[in-house]
């Protein structure tokens, strides 16, 4: 917990507004009350109503209609309040509103946080967790079945070798699960014809820029959201070149120890975009997709190039080809994948899914409290079948 910090300096830079923020109900009732000029009795109504949505409620209503609601024809104020969700979990103004209540209300209880230390540190300490608990953990360790008989799971095949077990959890993404791994015969027609509905969301590219050692940058903010499109719009956002990208700026501070600056550019993108290029041409789209990510940097860190000594891009295909996601997709599945993962062990027992699936539970947090709510069901099973 400790290492947990907060992230205070959140930055919007676009031709309709530039501002600072901390992200939070506060902050934004400040923002929305002085510069976007919003009565404190509609910025009161809307916070309470976003804050009360819950996975019960009428899921007919769109986040566009939520917004036209409260602050009609302000595409400025949509663009502030939508802008970095599209960002942190994918999800555009014609998706459900409750995908955007859940999750811009859990920003807005607190803010942005990261994890001091980075991934690297996070990973360690969960490894000491797990095998302080008796857990073995096999990395490249490709699955590549999902064993199941008699309607029952009975394990997995890995690198051609069966791990027999009475339960299998698989974190290879819903869509991954079913269609690749345990395979479309294991189940009823009616859950088939649900699995196949299912969009993934979309899918992202990264530019990662390392700072030389000797060099440092001015502190401008520890995440920027910067755009040169007129209006916010989730088309602008996903097209190859898109003129709008976040930066988030690693300062020392970050990573202590390090003493060292980076700089990540994220952009929210299609998979159908990046693949099938032949290689010469995917290498040449990688190159420009790093000159337009430089080109932007420079506005707000002039003179960064020179200090620059790693370049590097990700694209679709690089997150399809790591994490074996279907497309490539950054944060799961559209709201259907959610009722499809939970209930998959009614389908198959034994066999249940966690990881990112319908936005809500996209994200770290919500796959963390995913993982919570099935590790919830698979503990019921398991009991259960020892009483048997
Ligand atoms: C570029 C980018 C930026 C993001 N930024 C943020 C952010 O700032 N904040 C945030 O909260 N979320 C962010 N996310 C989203 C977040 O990373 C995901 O929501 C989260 O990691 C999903 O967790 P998961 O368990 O579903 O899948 P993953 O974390 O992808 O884990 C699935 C794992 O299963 C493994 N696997 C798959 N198939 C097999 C197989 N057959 N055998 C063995 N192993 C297999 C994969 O290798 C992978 O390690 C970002 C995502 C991307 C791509």
């Given at each position: 917990m400790n290492?947990?910090?907060?992230?205070?300096?959140?930055?919007?830079?676009?031709?309709?507004?530039?501002l600072t923020t901390s992200f939070d109900r506060e902050d934004f009732t400040k923002i929305l009350r002085e510069k976007f000029e919003v009565p404190q009795e509609v910025i009161d109504r809307f916070f309470s109503t976003v804050a009360g949505m819950n996975f019960y409620d009428d899921q007919s209503k769109t986040t566009r209609e939520l917004f036209e609601e409260f602050f009609p024809g302000?595409?400025?104020?949509?663009?502030?309040?939508?802008?970095?969700?599209?960002?942190?979990?994918?999800?555009?103004?014609?998706?459900?509103?409750?995908?955007?209540?859940?999750?811009?209300?859990?920003?807005?209880?607190?803010?942005?946080?990261?994890?001091?230390?980075?991934?690297?540190?996070?990973?360690?300490?969960?490894?000491?967790?797990?095998?302080?608990?008796?857990?073995?953990?096999?990395?490249?360790?490709?699955?590549?079945?999902?064993?199941?008989?008699?309607?029952?799971?009975?394990?997995?095949?890995?690198?051609?070798?069966?791990?027999?077990?009475?339960?299998?959890?698989?974190?290879?993404?819903?869509?991954?699960?079913i269609f690749n791994l345990a395979g479309p015969e294991s189940f009823s027609d009616e859950f088939m014809a649900r699995a196949e509905a299912i969009r993934v969301n979309n899918s992202s590219c990264q530019v990662y820029i390392g700072i030389k050692e000797d060099a440092t940058i001015e502190y401008k903010g520890d995440l920027l959201f910067t755009s040169t499109a007129p209006e916010f719009s989730s088309d602008e956002l996903l097209d190859p070149h898109t003129r709008s990208k976040t930066f988030s700026v690693y300062y020392p501070k970050t990573r202590p120890g390090h003493d060292r600056y980076t700089i990540v550019a994220s952009m929210n993108s299609r998979y159908d975009?990046?693949?099938?290029?032949?290689?010469?041409?995917?290498?040449?789209?990688?190159?420009?997709?790093?000159?337009?990510?430089?080109?932007?940097?420079?506005?707000?860190?002039?003179?960064?190039?020179?200090?620059?000594?790693?370049?590097?891009?990700?694209?679709?295909?690089?997150?399809?080809?790591?994490?074996?996601?279907?497309?490539?997709?950054?944060?799961?599945?559209?709201?259907?994948?959610?009722?499809?993962?939970?209930?998959?062990?009614?389908?198959?027992?034994?066999?249940?899914?966690?990881?990112?699936?319908?936005?809500?539970?996209?994200?770290?947090?919500?796959?963390?409290?995913?993982?919570?709510?099935?590790?919830?069901?698979?503990?019921?099973?398991v009991r259960s079948q020892e009483n048997h």
């Amino acid at each position: 917990m400790n290492s947990i910090v907060q992230l205070k300096d959140i930055v919007f830079d676009n031709p309709q507004f530039s501002l600072t923020t901390s992200f939070d109900r506060e902050d934004f009732t400040k923002i929305l009350r002085e510069k976007f000029e919003v009565p404190q009795e509609v910025i009161d109504r809307f916070f309470s109503t976003v804050a009360g949505m819950n996975f019960y409620d009428d899921q007919s209503k769109t986040t566009r209609e939520l917004f036209e609601e409260f602050f009609p024809g302000r595409s400025d104020i949509h663009r502030l309040l939508m802008e970095p969700i599209t960002y942190a979990n994918g999800s555009t103004l014609d998706d459900p509103a409750i995908t955007y209540g859940i999750v811009f209300s859990n920003f807005m209880n607190r803010g942005v946080f990261t994890f001091e230390g980075g991934t690297d540190k996070l990973i360690g300490m969960m490894v000491t967790e797990l095998e302080k608990n008796g857990v073995t953990i096999c990395t490249k360790s490709k699955v590549e079945r999902i064993i199941i008989e008699n309607g029952h799971v009975t394990g997995v095949e890995v690198n051609g070798r069966v791990i027999s077990a009475p339960t299998v959890i698989s974190n290879s993404g819903i869509t991954n699960t079913i269609f690749n791994l345990a395979g479309p015969e294991s189940f009823s027609d009616e859950f088939m014809a649900r699995a196949e509905a299912i969009r993934v969301n979309n899918s992202s590219c990264q530019v990662y820029i390392g700072i030389k050692e000797d060099a440092t940058i001015e502190y401008k903010g520890d995440l920027l959201f910067t755009s040169t499109a007129p209006e916010f719009s989730s088309d602008e956002l996903l097209d190859p070149h898109t003129r709008s990208k976040t930066f988030s700026v690693y300062y020392p501070k970050t990573r202590p120890g390090h003493d060292r600056y980076t700089i990540v550019a994220s952009m929210n993108s299609r998979y159908d975009d990046w693949n099938g290029l032949a290689r010469g041409e995917y290498e040449q789209k990688k190159e420009e997709l790093i000159e337009r990510t430089l080109v932007d940097l420079e506005r707000y860190f002039p003179g960064a190039r020179d200090k620059i000594d790693w370049l590097e891009a990700a694209t679709p295909v690089t997150f399809n080809r790591y994490t074996l996601h279907t497309r490539g997709t950054s944060f799961g599945t559209k709201f259907e994948g959610l009722d499809v993962s939970r209930s998959l062990f009614k389908e198959v027992p034994g066999l249940f899914h966690v990881g990112s699936v319908g936005i809500i539970m996209s994200g770290w947090l919500g796959a963390i409290n995913y993982g919570v709510i099935v590790a919830n069901d698979v503990d019921a099973y398991v009991r259960s079948q020892e009483n048997h």
